[in-house]
């Protein structure tokens, strides 16, 4: 940008900034001024729920503060003898086990595929639906996903041309409710992404994929996908006959690196997963073809598994393919990978909501003998590692953000009381109370918290 131009650029940005904040013709009456002060609610919590030790505190007040002008929260303080600010609302939650808010660590908000019409053929969906009605669909998604008290989630990818990018703005600037996004943009590959393309159609891998195959494609992908918003990158390691190189792999690593992102890589063959951990990516994405080598490989290096470790419902999965899941997982666990709650819940099913969907995962956990508080960890603990929030957003600790749900049995003794979340706070406002979503506060005419929020 030239010298004066840069100038102009600056004063537009410095007029518009007070602009928002401050100048108006008239005097802002006392009830909207009101309206944007910090606003203080109290839980009284029965039984708060330790995911990190396994522990029940009972008894304790939890105080937290959510900031009306810029969306953050803030939980000022926990423990048994608390004073009650003025003016603040008091929730009870005596009756309830409350604990942080749940992770799904790899999901596809912006698309839903279904039987009818293309048959559960994810391509034909990405033909007939455009990015904006797959944004829109993602704000519905993250809405059902958050009311099933999962706050935070990692988007990777299949959201059109950076529907996630959008999704993720909407929400961190308040227009809509939905969970904390780390999403990844478009997801790159070697040539043809996931798809099996025609030639004279293969313009039509782009956007649900972006070809790299050479040093410098995969170099400008990475690039291109975080000046459009990605947290994390999102690679295809082996969906061709062929897989990228350990050193391709290195390089999307440090490249990723350079702008402080890790590398999540799809895999789906022995040998891309061995490249993969050899590569020291952060996470692996789907556990088929992970066996017990692989595995031990994994725990030794800290790698994270995102098994997406499907049940066998009425309406997924046989018995044989199932067997083989649960295996992998128990397989996981008992070698000490780091385990994540992961699932490609990203298909329509009549008369479930995505968070049912999500929710039914559980099944896989339990049918893998995995002890409940270990299933906790993986939703919870194990989640905000893998989202890199844990130093501000997840565990229940003073000076975190305020994302607490609430369920009336212990989590810790039997995992499935978290089939029924009946209260969720994010960001420190209540988005679901005694069972019912009512998020009317979340709805707003624009960017309440800034359109900076990128
Ligand atoms: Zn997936």
Redesign the pocket.
Same mark, same amino acid.
């Given at each position: 940008m030239n010298k004066p131009l840069f100038a102009f650029f600056a004063i537009f940005l410095a007029f518009a900034t007070t602009a928002a904040a401050q100048q108006w013709p008239g005097e802002v009456p006392a009830d909207v001024r009101e309206s944007l002060e910090p606003m203080t609610t109290v839980l009284r919590v029965g039984h708060l729920v330790d995911p990190e030790d396994g522990t029940v505190t009972d008894n304790v007040i939890i105080v937290v503060r959510h900031e009306h002008l810029t969306g953050d929260s803030e939980i000022l303080e926990i423990g048994p003898n608390v004073t009650i600010p003025k003016g603040a609302e008091v929730i009870d939650l005596s009756d309830s086990y409350v604990l942080p808010g749940l992770v799904d660590s !790899?999901d !596809?908000l912006g698309i839903t595929y279904k039987k009818v019409p293309e048959s559960d053929n994810y391509y034909q969906t990405t033909l007939m639906d455009s990015t904006p009605i797959r944004a829109i669909q993602s704000v519905s998604n993250g809405i059902q996903k958050l009311a099933y008290g999962f706050t935070m989630m990692r988007d990777?990818g299949n959201s059109g041309n950076y529907g996630d990018t959008a999704l993720r703005h909407a929400i961190e600037q308040g227009w809509v409710p939905g969970p904390t996004i780390i999403n990844s943009g478009i997801i790159i590959g070697a040539f043809g992404g996931q798809f099996h393309e025609v030639p004279e159609w293969e313009s039509t891998v782009y956007p649900e994929y972006l070809n790299a195959d050479t040093d410098d494609e995969i170099v400008k992908a990475i690039r291109r996908n975080i000046h459009y918003g990605a947290k994390v990158i999102k690679v295809c390691v082996d969906c061709q006959a062929y897989p990228y190189t350990v050193d391709q792999l290195k390089l999307f690593v440090s490249e990723s690196a350079n702008a402080g992102r890790k590398v999540a890589g799809h895999v789906q063959t022995y040998e891309g997963a061995r490249r993969a951990i050899e590569a020291g990516l952060w996470s692996l994405?789907h556990g088929n073809a992970l066996t017990d080598d692989l595995h031990k490989m994994m725990a030794e290096k800290g790698i994270f598994r995102a098994g997406?470790d499907t049940p066998l419902t009425w309406y997924r999965g046989t018995e044989r393919s199932y067997k083989r899941t649960v295996d992998g997982l128990r397989n996981a666990y008992e070698n000490g990978v780091k385990l994540t709650f992961s699932t490609?819940a990203d298909y329509y099913v009549p008369g479930l909501s995505r968070g049912e969907v999500t929710i039914n995962f559980l099944q896989t956990w339990k049918d893998a003998k995995i002890p409940a508080p270990d299933v906790l960890r993986a939703l919870t603990i194990n989640g905000y590692e893998v989202c890199e929030t844990s130093d501000s957003r997840g565990p229940i600790k003073v000076g975190y953000k305020a994302d607490i749900i609430a369920v009336s049995e212990n989590p810790l003794v039997d995992i499935d009381a978290l089939r029924n979340v009946h209260f969720v706070m994010k960001d420190g406002q209540v988005f679901k109370k005694d069972g019912v979503v009512m998020p009317i506060d979340f709805f707003n005419g624009g960017p309440e918290y800034g359109w900076r929020k990128r």
């Open positions: !790899h !596809h990777l994405e997406t490609d």
